[in-house]
């Protein structure tokens, strides 16, 4: 089965000097540009661009169908890793804070900043929805170092505000780290390690916890009682459609993923679940396709 191109950096921007990127909840790519910034060695992977002054100032692109516009954001203390649209036009962005531990900050459809707050360490995910709800998913280093981030999964209001967080029922494990996530209005869905169930949370504060065969995804698509997984079982091109049950994910078919010209996804990608859709960022920052559940 083949991805289909959702959307591409234009080559005016330099991909190079993206600091982040994501698909929001209306289906736009976001993509976060610092024209100053210059490319340092990763010792994890790939140089990263990093900016040069602090605070510094970026550019915000986003693509809406076949338009563009821009969102110039101004005096950003953070080194961003992670950014969402939020309802009203606003932004949230989240990444390292030199001088603190407010390491999330709000600007508002002007680019200014509005707000700053503490989200904790380790952020795997950060997916608003267009109900005013933010949830942020979190690695073990987070979950085992930082009293914010140990729920493993945290529900904020849009002005960033703590509203809720993940407590695993009796019995059953508690997030270590979220592997794969996916947000809808008013729900969240999450796979995590050591057990990798699919867990269900609601804005409501309901959960539910579906037993799972798969281990390891990187993506969900949620319709209904129909689910897609990416990945898992080290398998990164793998594609699952399953059928929810009360208390089970059971396969139905399985498929090969492929960029739209039958390359195979020969390694991890990172993924966005927006409700049925799921979204891949392609081999650079500045390409996104997507899949959906059918």
């Known amino acids: 089965m083949a991805l289909r191109p959702h959307a591409l950096l234009p080559g005016r921007y330099d991909q190079r000097k993206v600091l982040a990127t994501t698909v929001d909840a209306w289906g736009r790519a976001l993509w976060l540009v610092c024209p100053e910034a ?7 992977g790939r140089p990263s661009p990093h900016p040069r002054t602090d605070p510094y100032d970026a550019l915000l692109v986003v693509a809406d169908g076949g338009t563009f516009r821009e969102l110039p954001l101004r005096d950003i203390t953070l080194r961003v890793s992670r950014l969402d649209a939020l309802p009203n036009g606003r932004l949230v962005l989240y990444g390292y804070e030199a001088a603190g531990d407010r390491n999330a900050q709000i600007y508002g459809r002007d680019g200014r900043r509005r707000r700053r707050f503490a989200l904790g360490s380790a952020v795997e995910f950060l997916m608003a929805d267009r109900r005013h709800h933010l949830w942020s998913a979190y ?29 695993a029922p009796k019995g059953v494990e508690y997030i270590d780290t979220v ?14 390690y050591p057990t990798f169930p699919l867990l269900e949370a609601r804005a409501d504060g309901r959960i539910r916890l579906r037993r ?6 990187s993506g969900l698509a949620v319709d209904g009682d129909r689910l897609v997984m990416l990945g898992g079982d080290r ?16 396969p139905v078919e399985e498929a ?3 960029l739209p010209d039958g390359t195979p996804l020969k390694r991890y990608a990172p993924c966005v679940g927006r409700g049925r859709h799921l979204y891949v960022r ?7 396709y997507v899949t959906s559940v059918r």
Do not use: I
């Open 38 to 44: 210059e490319l340092r060695p990763n010792p994890y």
């Open 139 to 167: 690695g073990d280093e987070g979950v085992y170092s930082d009293p914010l981030s140990a729920p493993g999964l945290v529900r904020w209001d849009s002005g960033g505000n703590r509203r809720w967080g993940y407590s």
């Open 179 to 192: 592997y794969a996530f996916n947000v809808g209005d008013g729900v969240a869905w999450a796979s995590y």
């Open 212 to 217: 799972s065969p798969v281990a390891a995804p």
């Open 235 to 250: 398998q990164p091109d793998r594609l699952r459609r399953c059928r929810l049950t009360a208390d089970e994910v059971l």
């Open 256 to 258: 090969r993923l492929t």
């Open 282 to 288: 392609g081999r650079s920052r500045g390409q996104w």
